[in-house]
């Protein structure tokens, strides 16, 4: 299975009935495609919609309604439109159950950077910072490795996106979590070793005495 | 509220002035008065707007014309041009938490000297900032923001400048429309006062100083 896809079916199973989720670009987007039929899950886009629903079919899109990347999207029967306060008024205050972005780097203790590479790319935070602070559970969804290169590290180098550390690292080959504010790991992806994940992991993973295979 | 042309309203606005945007990634700009500026050469602007859009689209258009010496944005990732202008100091660019940003320009239009937010504490954003302590949570204090022009996009404007917004273009236009000295609005329609009904008005027409008027 595409890593992609194995990670986005993961993150779909944190989801519970009636979660008001925040989907960041990327891997994150992936998510909606992957939540039960029977789950009713809110998706908010903060550029000012909760219920956000599929790419519109050609010819279908409305030049002002769009999602935070701005390509067209549709809303589904109960939707809710806003402003920017109100918007990240929800991110900020709590209201957000679950946010689910992309990473740069996670270390140990869970901190998250992936707003900047010093230097080299500076596309501005945008919202992440807000939803990092704010949301109740803040789910990373991100390849284990870049070029051979673990991203989950002992301690970020590149800035930090929050200070508080996240809830979850779903990855193509582990599901990490931070009890005790450290890195453990939860669950392996189908057909991965312990020993696989610990090759590839920069930062120090505790092992519980049992790690079950990633359901998806 | 006065109805002017696109040439008359963007006429009012000096070089180097500064000028918030309503719009993300140019959903709920108002074009017409991106274009004029370009059209009447409006340089050194201090811009603030959520985003810099992309090259041809809603404020790229001023970075295509390089009519911007400062932005204030959450985000650039999607314009090339802004980085590079960034990157050859013909741009100096600050980056603010969109969160962030919104409740500056809010605090801005209600009068406040600024807001109290946990977002950026222990990062960057931090830097040179002060931090509170409330109930024994940090906060950085981020100070207000207003500016001599906003532009804003609405979807209904009737005779006497109520404004109300569809969809994902309302965003930051109605924070906006509070936070600037000058407020100059296009709307897609303009219509006769009371289509639009109370509950439904959203800026409600004594903050609108000027709409573009048709044709």
């Given amino acids: 299975m595409d890593p992609q896809i194995i990670i986005a079916r993961r993150v779909a199973r944190e989801l519970r009935d009636g979660n008001l989720v925040n989907l960041g670009i990327g891997i994150p987007t992936l998510v909606a495609n992957y939540v039960p039929s029977d789950l009713k899950v809110f998706f908010q886009s903060e550029n000012g919609l909760i219920g956000t629903g599929p790419i519109p079919e050609q010819g279908m899109a409305h030049p002002l309604l769009t999602d935070a990347g701005g390509r067209p999207i549709s809303a589904l029967p109960g939707a809710a439109t806003f402003d920017s306060a109100m918007s990240f008024g929800l991110i900020r205050g709590g209201h957000v159950d679950v946010t689910v972005l992309g990473g740069l780097q996670v270390d140990a203790h869970g901190l998250l950077a992936n707003w900047m590479i010093p230097g080299k790319m500076v596309p501005g935070m945008g919202g992440a910072m807000d939803l990092v602070s704010g949301a109740k559970r803040v789910i990373v969804a991100m390849q284990h490795a870049a070029k051979g290169k673990s991203k989950i590290v002992a301690k970020c180098t590149l800035p930090l996106t929050s200070a508080r550390p996240v809830s979850l690292v779903v990855t193509d080959m582990a599901v990490i979590g931070f009890p005790d504010g450290k890195a453990t790991l939860l669950e392996t992806a189908p057909g991965i070793s312990i020993g696989e994940v610990l090759a590839v992991t920069e930062a120090e993973l505790a092992i519980p005495d049992t790690v079950p295979e990633m359901k998806i | ?215």
Avoid at chain 2, 2 to 18: D, F, H, L, N, Q
Avoid at chain 2, 79 to 92: A, D
Avoid at chain 2, 128 to 148: H, M, N, S, W, Y
Wanted: proline share 6%.
């Fill in chain 2, 1 to 215: 509220m006065k109805a002017v042309s696109v040439e008359e309203a963007v006429a009012m606005i000096p070089a180097g002035a500064s000028v918030m945007v309503g719009g993300f990634m140019g959903v709920g700009t108002p074009e017409r008065l991106l274009d004029e500026l370009v059209r009447q050469n409006k340089a050194g602007l201090s811009l603030i707007c959520n985003d810099a859009a992309t090259p041809g689209k809603g404020v790229g258009k001023l970075f295509d014309a390089t009519l911007v010496s400062k932005l204030t944005a959450t985000h650039i990732g999607l314009n090339p041009k802004v980085q590079q202008q960034m990157l050859g100091n013909q741009v100096s660019v600050d980056l603010v938490p969109q969160g962030t940003f919104v409740e500056r320009i809010r605090a801005g239009g209600c009068g406040l000297g600024g807001v109290l937010t946990p977002t950026g504490v222990g990062t960057l954003v931090a830097e040179g900032k002060r931090q509170i302590e409330v109930d024994g949570k940090p906060f950085l204090l981020e100070t207000a923001i207003r500016a001599q022009f906003a532009l804003i996009h609405a979807f209904l404007a009737d005779y006497l400048g109520n404004l109300s917004y569809a969809l994902t273009a309302r965003n930051f236009n109605p924070i906006m429309a509070m936070a600037a000295d000058t407020v100059i609005v296009v709307a897609e329609h303009i219509v006769p006062v009371g289509v639009i009904a109370p509950d439904h008005v959203v800026t409600p027409a004594p903050l609108v100083d000027y709409i573009i008027a048709n044709g």
